[in-house]
């Protein structure tokens, strides 16, 4: 059975697995922000009606120069991409027929974009994925022999935040291998593990940003890639790949830190309580500072019963199947709203006490 390898995608879901969608489902398997984009998109709207017949600027301006002001960073280094998605796709584009590190389980897109330009994939697997804990002499040894790693912070799927000290020392100690961290999700937390900065210092390094998750615009489609080499991904991109809209949405969300800062500290509160539950109940938790994490089930249930049994009570979770490392075994949960989790809650705790 072929799940699909996204999550956000419920009645493709329903429709793999041979279940009858139930009229109302709760989607806890995308991590887009639960309360929309800011307010202030509304009121700018109607006169985002006049962008519509020019052509948007070719670096994306005024959204250019508003990143390198937000963080501090020259404006050649910063390349403007139609989500992060692109930027994945023209690093891979830059880095084609190479051998490159990806640190398990994170996002699927790595591997698959960089399968498509020929490059070479060298898995390390994590031996501890609640803290996404990796073999140390392992990681030193393959960093010796490859191209580039990829490195996602806050890890999809597990949440887990790495040390920007550690990753400053793996970018110090080997000069001759690109860094590619993605950021997607570390406006979920309070950005002091953040390498942005460190793309003044070092040469090998990229950092992804995603304007989606956080000022839920996935369907606009908004992202950057921050470092000193940024220009040898423009020659990749297409003219205009990104849109007059999405170019002002994106400054105006670049304003909006204390939409930001509420998000966070929300998303914070209800993923400690929703952990706490399911640590209760005998899960497993991966210890997540974004807004979802892992949990797996006590060892005596059956995880793909249970997946099932969500389903079949509208809940969709995030599967792992796809997820090296996870094979199924554990699910990413979305944290949402009280009300969404309140749900949840009575469903999981239903199911594992009389299972
Ligand atoms: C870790 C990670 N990086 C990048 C992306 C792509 O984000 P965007 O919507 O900006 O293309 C995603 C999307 O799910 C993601 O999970």
Same mark, same amino acid.
Do not use: M, R, Y
């Given at each position: 059975m072929l799940l699909p390898s996204?999550? +956000?995608?419920a009645s493709a879901l329903y429709k793999a697995v041979g279940i009858t969608m139930p009229q109302e489902v709760i989607d806890v398997s995308e991590n887009v922000n /639960?309360?929309? @984009?800011?307010?202030?998109i509304k009121e700018y709207w109607p006169s985002l &009606?006049?962008? &519509?017949a020019t052509y948007p600027n070719e670096q994306a301006e005024p959204f250019y120069t508003d990143i390198a002001d937000f963080h501090e960073v020259?404006?050649?280094?910063v390349v403007v991409t139609n989500g992060a998605a692109e930027g994945l796709v023209t690093l891979a584009q830059f880095f084609r027929g190479k051998d490159i590190a990806l640190l398990e389980p994170s996002f699927s897109e790595y591997k698959r974009t960089l399968q498509q330009q020929n490059c070479t994939i060298h898995s390390i697997i994590s031996d501890d994925i609640s803290h996404y804990r990796f073999n140390e002499q392992a990681l030193n040894e393959l960093l010796l022999r490859v191209s580039a790693i990829y490195i996602c912070n806050p890890n999809n799927p597990t949440g887990v935040l790495l040390k920007k000290e550690w990753i400053e020392d793996l970018i110090q100690k080997y000069p001759h291998c690109y860094f590619v961290i993605d *950021? +997607? @999700?570390?406006?979920?937390?309070? *950005? #002091? *593990?953040? /390498? /942005? #900065? &460190?793309t003044n210092t070092y040469t090998n390094l990229f950092v992804l940003r995603s304007m989606t998750k956080m000022f839920g615009l996935a369907g606009v489609r908004l992202g950057y890639v921050i470092g000193k080499q940024a220009d040898k991904l423009r020659c990749f991109l297409p003219h205009w790949n990104v849109s007059n809209i999405a170019i002002e949405l994106g400054s105006i969300c670049l304003q909006e830190q204390q939409f930001v800062k509420k998000s966070r500290e929300k998303s914070g509160r209800l993923r400690e309580e929703m952990s706490v539950v399911l640590k209760n109940l005998g899960c497993t938790i991966s210890d997540s500072s974004a807004n979802f994490f892992l949990f797996k089930l006590p060892n005596r249930l059956n995880p793909d019963a249970f997946f099932s049994h969500l389903l079949n009570r509208g809940i969709v979770l995030r599967h792992t199947k796809n997820y090296v490392g996870l094979d199924g075994e554990w699910f990413r949960i979305a944290v949402k709203s009280e009300e969404i989790w309140a749900k949840c809650k009575e469903e999981i705790i239903n199911y594992v006490e009389n299972h």
């Open positions: 996204h999550g +956000a995608n /639960v309360d929309g @984009f800011p307010e202030k &009606l006049t962008k &519509l020259q404006k050649s280094h *950021e +997607a @999700f570390i406006d979920w937390t309070d *950005e #002091a *593990e953040s /390498v /942005v #900065a &460190l």
